[in-house]
């Protein structure tokens, strides 16, 4: 009697142990790391080399291998989606890369997306994903202004910061995220404002939040259209126009302009100075260039923290020209680029600038 007692005991402890673990293992969120080069992956000679190195050489097992810590906060996994420096991240990487995000995040067993990313592009990318993911699950763009190799790097405490941005719950529904150097920005505000040091990405209005410690605090919240309440759908995107930018000064000539139309273009940006403006050398070429359909943008080159008015020194009702708001040229390209594989229609263009 005593020994089935025994038995029927250990059977009902070992049954506990087992929905116990796996319990405690399923409380652990999945965050898949979609690696595509960068300094993030990065090495250089020797340690003292912070920025003299080879960028995109380290696999994503690697990066993930080398923070044992990464299992305490999430269950992680990692795919190689591409292996290069993002000042070459072309159109069709954007697209590639989107329709890799979207399918993960229809996943059940995804809590969460983390892509590490070169930092010359990475809010480029970070963009276009917050404008055309349709989702409320925490995507985390991540890199490094040193490779791994070098003293004091900051891609392993960046990594971590990324995958526990990306597995926790609050970080849900605030749009595409950047951690760097502690700080948990908006996809869509974040530029790389200096390079060289770590703190590199900034936004104009301000971070959203910090993490820390594998905790994060928020501070506001994104004003602007994103993900779940865009209109854009990068399930409906196959390929992106072409949208070039060119460079206001106050030399200016409309070479360039003239050489993006004969390519294609289908708008330009103008990174024009302070308030978007032109150069009047060159505003007769871009009304003709409107005038045969390119969308002409005015952005502005002003580094941060300010917005292209309409019809404040340039008369854009007349010239029917788009204003850019307080996107910087590389953004706004992005947004014109999306926008434009759904309307043609100048006034439409314009609020989606203004809603994005
Ligand atoms: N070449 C840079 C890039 O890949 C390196 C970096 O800063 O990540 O964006």
Redesign the pocket.
Known sequence: MFKKDLRRWLLAMLSMLVVGSAVVAAEKPNVVILAT????A?AGADATNSATYQ??KVPVDKLIAGIPQLKTIAEVRGEQVFQ????S?TNDNLVTLGKRVAALVKQGDVDGVVIT??????EETAYFLNLVVRTDKPIVLV???RPGTAMSADGMLNLYNAVSVAASKDARGKGVLVTMNDEINSGRDVSKMV?LRTEAFKSPWGALGMVVEGKNYWFRLPAKRHTNNSEFDIEKIDTLPSVEIAYGSGNASDTAYRAFAAKGAKAIIHAGTGNGSVSSAVVPSLQELRGKGIQIIRSSHVNAGGFVLRNAEQPDDKYDWVVAHDLNPQKARILAAVALSKTQDSKELQRIFWEY
Not at 37 to 40: A, H, L
Not at 117 to 122: A, E, K, Q, V, Y
């Open positions: 080069g960068g300094t993030i990065g960028a995109a290069i420096a993002s000042e991240f990313h070169g930092t010359d592009t990475l890199g490094s202004m390079n």
